[in-house]
């Protein structure tokens, strides 16, 4: 026995040293390929970084156009600055973007060297990188100068001529980008997937000549002398482990049980409806003291006779299946309250099961949402209102129309006619030199009968609105109205606009630029009236500038119910009509400008 154990010693020794090799073998070759592994994955750390930037720069170019182009129409000086600023911002985030993936940067942990494709891409798209931030810097100065119209003009094309390449360009530096850090991760798996193999190898030699010769000898002495020590360590651990695990559930429980009774609304409740165990937080919110109270779940939970008839029948009808919705129950304080409530039945023995009532407090959650519902109603009943408003108005402007025109026929054309009519009567051919005085009275009547008829029809549609487009037209209404009032009103064609469109647009644009003349006649008292009409590829702009009294644009917008008040609204509804936009600048004393923006 004692030459057994003391060999059995010996064996033990020497697998132990077999093992400690094997171990280490295993440890030296995972140490050795986590080395590699992670030299690999350092060298890929900055590639989502540097591809996110290069993404980011088309954005942000993309970003500079489209804000150098708002500046471009802002003409408020404050507006102005601002939009610069900003501007300002873009560019300098762009330019520093674009420098550390040309050049490298050490606290973004871009690498300064690149692939030879990579640097040809960047000297390809550098020209287009300069050209567009010398263009920019200089169209910044013009503007905070206000200088060189012209130019900018020539600059914004430039820019947008010069954006479009260089997101081509950027779209190949993104490409090629991902293309190498695609190579690196193949190379990775493959380096990886050598890793693999050679473990595997290694630990299919040691199982060969190790782990299996010394696994069969070690079942061998095992079997032989340590069966009966290794059953009762086999059975102490299994003691152990009971424990431990007995133990670590208790305190589970008692977790449980802690959360349970101080973050969640819970209760167990008996079939027939009565309280088993209520929690902490549950009870305080009810006010309710299980140990000097007998009462049933539903007498708890409310006062109110209604309400627990509800409860009993839910609990009556739902505890076999369970139960989840809203109620809303009354506290002893006379406090309305909703719960989210849900019962989930449980067995607790073969025979024997009860109710698990888990709810959440859904108060506020309940009272936001209604006055969410009462805010859109009388937002839903403000806009029915302004409508009716709207309609009334348009129904009163379209019969003062019509009774303008009838009382312009009646008055003017209809009595020129009835002169004509009792001249023409009158003449008699034997008195010649009467005769031709009547003939050359009414050549001159028939004249004014053609001007008056030529004013009213051109106050409904002008023939040149639908023949020659909205240029023409616009400058046939200046020169009809300079005519008619007298006072001086001039239209220009900045852009030299020539195109056609929608002629619903043509319409819409023709009678919004009538109402803002009309109006700097009518209520503005103004003497000089200029029309400017610009384009850009995307944006048509008619500006209505005059020289009148002016009015304060926030007291106006209030008066709905005024005159003024409504016109302005007319113009935002029939401008938002062709998706346009207006913009109203005025100063009293100093004149008006009306900006009309129309998409092309």
């Not at 820019?159 to 479009?164: K, S, V």
């Not at 299994?238 to 133990?247: L, N, P, R, V, W």
């Not at 719960?339 to 009860?354: C, R, Y």
């Not at 209809?414 to 050549?443: C, R, V």
């Amino acid at each position: 026995m004692k030459n057994n154990a003391l060999s059995a010693v010996i064996s033990f020794k020497s697998l132990r040293r077999l093992y400690i090799f094997a171990l280490l073998t295993i440890a030296v070759t995972v140490l050795l390929s986590q080395l590699l592994i992670q030299h690999n994955l350092n060298s890929q750390l900055s590639d989502s970084k540097i591809i996110n930037i290069s993404g980011k720069q088309r954005m942000l170019s993309q970003k500079l156009t489209k804000e150098i182009l708002i500046l471009n129409f802002i003409t408020q000086k404050e507006k102005s600055k601002e939009q610069i600023a900003r501007i300002h911002e873009i560019m300098d985030l762009w330019k520093f973007n674009q420098e550390a993936l040309e050049k490298g940067n050490d606290s973004l942990g871009f690498p300064k060297e690149k692939s030879a494709a990579l640097s040809d891409l960047f000297v390809a798209i550098k020209p287009n990188f300069n050209t567009i931030l010398n263009a920019a810097t200089v169209f910044l100065e013009n503007k905070k100068l206000g200088i060189n119209e012209k130019e900018n003009q020539v600059l914004v094309q430039t820019i947008l001529d010069n954006g479009a390449v260089f997101l081509e360009k950027m779209n190949e530096i993104v490409g090629q980008y991902d293309k190498e850090a695609l190579e690196k991760v193949r190379l990775q798996s493959k380096t990886e997937y050598g890793i693999l193999l050679f473990t595997i190898l290694v630990l299919l030699l040691e199982f060969i000549f190790i782990f299996r010769p010394t696994n069969e000898k070690v079942e061998a002495l095992i079997s032989k002398l340590l069966f009966s020590e290794k059953k009762a360590l086999k059975l102490a651990r299994d003691t152990e482990i009971i424990s431990e695990a007995k133990e670590n559930s208790v305190k589970e429980l008692k977790s449980l049980n802690y959360a349970m009774e101080n973050t969640l609304l819970y209760c167990r409740v008996a079939p027939n409806g009565s309280i088993i165990h209520i929690g902490e937080k549950f009870s305080k919110l009810l006010q309710y003291n299980s140990f000097l109270s007998d009462k049933t779940f539903a007498e708890a939970l409310t006062p109110i006779e209604k309400e627990q008839n509800l409860l009993n029948q839910i609990i009556l009808e739902k505890q076999r299946t369970g139960w989840q919705g809203e109620i809303s129950i009354t506290t002893r304080n006379e406090q309305t309250i909703w719960l989210d409530l849900s019962m989930v039945p449980v067995t607790i023995k073969k025979d024997e099961s009860e109710l698990l009532v888990i709810c959440f407090d859904i108060t506020e959650r309940k009272i936001a949402e209604y006055e969410v519902e009462r805010l859109n109603t009388e937002n839903i009943n403000d806009k029915i209102n302004q409508q009716k408003v709207i309609s009334s108005k348009i129904v009163e402007n379209q019969e003062n129309e019509q009774n303008r025109i009838a009382k312009e026929i009646h008055d003017g054309i209809g009595q020129m006619l009835t002169g004509l009519k009792f001249s023409l009567e009158s003449i008699n051919l034997d008195e010649k030199e009467k005769s031709a005085q009547k003939i050359e009275y009414l050549k001159k009547l028939s004249l004014d009968i053609i001007k008056g008829v030529r004013t009213a029809t051109f106050n409904l549609m002008p023939p040149e609105l639908s023949d020659h487009g909205i240029v023409s037209s616009l400058t046939k209404l200046t020169q009809e109205l300079s005519k008619l009032t007298g006072k001086e009103i001039l239209f220009y064609n900045k852009t030299d606009f020539d195109k056609r469109l929608d002629s619903l647009v043509e319409i819409n644009i023709y009678r919004l630029t009538q109402e803002a003349i009309n109006n700097a006649l009518k209520y503005a008292d103004s003497s000089h009236i200029i029309v400017q009409l610009s384009h850009s590829p995307t944006l048509l702009s008619v500006i209505i500038d005059d020289n009148g009294k002016g009015f304060d644009i926030a007291s106006v917008e209030k008066k709905r119910n005024s005159e003024s008040g409504m016109g302005l609204l007319f113009m935002k509804e029939r401008i938002q009509y062709i998706n346009g936009r207006v913009f109203f600048n005025s100063i009293p004393g100093e004149g008006t400008r009306i900006t009309f923006n129309i998409p092309i």
